[in-house]
């Protein structure tokens, strides 16, 4: 018998042993209707062939490379670089996309957008006066990799559009006091994971500023601008960087498939070598993944490059039918909410946000909203959603939960509103 | 400009920078007969259909799980479960080859084996107290993976068939003086990769007898077993271990192919929860996965349960063709050294070993073999190899080189020794 004590802290923590209850509670109630994961909608993936889109990267590469289809076939099957397969069509993704200038070179290709976090943690951050900062509620992704690292994480209180420059100031103040200095700011400036927030370009700008200010690194996570109305989108932190300090998290989770786990990272800061040359950091982070997971599987590198072949690398093209019925999702959910909950929210008992895209709508309760309240929900209701705490770096109560409206239909989101009214009803207070 | 001596300092650590440069050497030279890489022989993938494997499995799925084929196959698309789809199909087959009577609760399935590899350090060692040991040379994954969480590594020198009981006991009295402890050793005792030593049965139960006496685990990497003649196979020290000592890693890159990136580790510790129950250790690596890579590519394990079903779940089945081949290549190589280096042997400049499995050979030269050796060697003769240095955890000279017979073919083999004859014959002192 291992004493539970003895391993590593971080699988004490709260926040981790959060995600495992959610899990277990979501896995224990299959018939609730779920509010609770951020996963995209399945009948998409019914679309996918793997064999064509396999076949089509192939024929790709045999062209690019001179070689004959089952020479580049063969290749998928074998080690590859650490660095991936596929940072051409990416950087040709974010060029015609978002008109963002990166060279492959400073593209490495991840197990998902998680791995890509890790890894420019590891690189990043060397010794204990390194902190990390975060825009607060946050994915907790970000959270649980600083924790295998042992990362002191810092908020930052999110604001709808905005964010707050003083108490940002304050953070990094507080830190050099202590020795320390905040490393970096993890931030998902369009449709945040949970609250669904944007922020206003002039923000991002200040953001910008701030960075090369205080000298540190904006980590942005880019997981949900894709379901932006064109008419709407924003330019990303990444495509308004003039000095450098932004590195890009992406993921095809969203808009290819979540089973495919390829993510990547844009890490385009020159780094000097001990040999006196210098080399994207996207090298470096290749050089972490070699130990952490050799590269990312080439044959789902090829699921994702034929996906992008097939759309011209165009993540605009890849995602449009996915945009548009995820904003149509979101507005199901929102017209429910206001059918359902308008009276308690003129009462003041309820309160919620209303996201322009992105999975997520926060909704605030009359009480606290925990791991018991969800058992609850799920058990007496049968309708699950995700408790705000576990987005937060310390686990305090909370009376918000996220509701997410992304693995769903139209008529479950009515459903599941109105037995989410109905638990609701039944809180105490209400 | 980033000061590369700000980030993590594994990324500035000689094992590290060695194989990236490796990387590179074998890269630059693409028309050199190469004895480096561990890669498995590349016609095998042809054989492979990923269609057929990942809808024999979803079939699978269905029936097992009581769904419809297409239900199955969007499980496929969506994120997974952290410890993995198909622990139930490897816990089978180790129980028929290996008589490992392990279940499926104790399994967590990895991108490749090198995730495994890191899981499981970052699980057991805490703090600075705990120090890996490994028996070397080894395989490179494991000290990267140490260096990336600042764990210090400390070497016991391998034996052919058995190991050094004392200097063992001395490592872990000397960790003990420090104020520290030898948490775990690292180990492959089938064919180990560099050098293709094998431990006898009876240093295998000695083994476990000195993890009990000492307290601590041992890592048992088995990627190379497969390849031993049937009727030479020892058996797993997992198979032997009766007091949970053992935390075995597996994976699917050499019997299936690596592009799948699908390893897995044992870990049927139980262990205690704050919450007073107890949980297979299995379980805490998966929580730590879920903040590493989330889950491994459900595609990626249908593609390997697909393979895992068409053999019966017997990975000997699945291997039979691929050990045969191997072992007929290492044949070739042996002989192919005899001929050509045997002259040189008699007057005491080179030797090798003689493994009966595996993929490595391991060559003495007359000098110190480093990279730029390796590049003369490349150039010059047009072969390539491995320095052996770079499987030590210290980086000290070395005069020898690891040569790999996996991937060529036995043409190739002989010719590629033939260079590498005139190559020696051309070092100074011979």
Known sequence: MIDGMSLHRSLTDPSLQSINFLNEVVARYPEAISFAPGAPFE??????????????????????????FLAARRRLFQYGPSQGLI??????????????????SSIVVTVGCQEAMFLVLRALFSSTRDVLAVVEPCFPGILGAAKLLDIEVVGLEEREGSFDRRQLDRLCDHARARGKRVRALYVAPDYSNPTGSILSE??????????????????????YGFTADPTEARPTLKALDQDRRVIYLGT????GFPGARVGFAVADQMTSTRGGGEIPLAKELAAIKSMLTVNTSPICQAVIGGLLLQHNCSLASLARKKSLFYRSNLKALLEALDRKFGTLAQLGKVSWNA????????LRLPVSADEALLDLSARQYGVLWTPMRIFYCS????????????NLTEALISEGVTRLAKFVQGLPGV
Do not use: Q
């Open 43 to 68: 009948e998409f993936f019914d679309e996918v062939s793997i064999e064509d889109c396999i076949n089509r990267y192939s024929v790709h590469t045999a062209e690019k490379v001179g070689i004959s």
């Open 87 to 104: 940072g051409d069509l990416i950087a040709k993704s974010l060029r015609s996309d978002f008109t963002m200038d990166i060279d492959a």
């Open 202 to 223: 002039e923000a991002r700008l200040e953001l910008l500023e701030a960075a090369g200010a205080e000298d540190f690194f904006l980590l942005e996570d880019n997981a």
């Open 252 to 255: 095809f989770a969203k808009i």
């Open 355 to 362: 996201p322009a895209g992105g999975f997520f709508v926060r």
């Open 395 to 406: 686990a305090e109560s909370c009376p918000e939960i996220r509701l997410s409206c992304s």
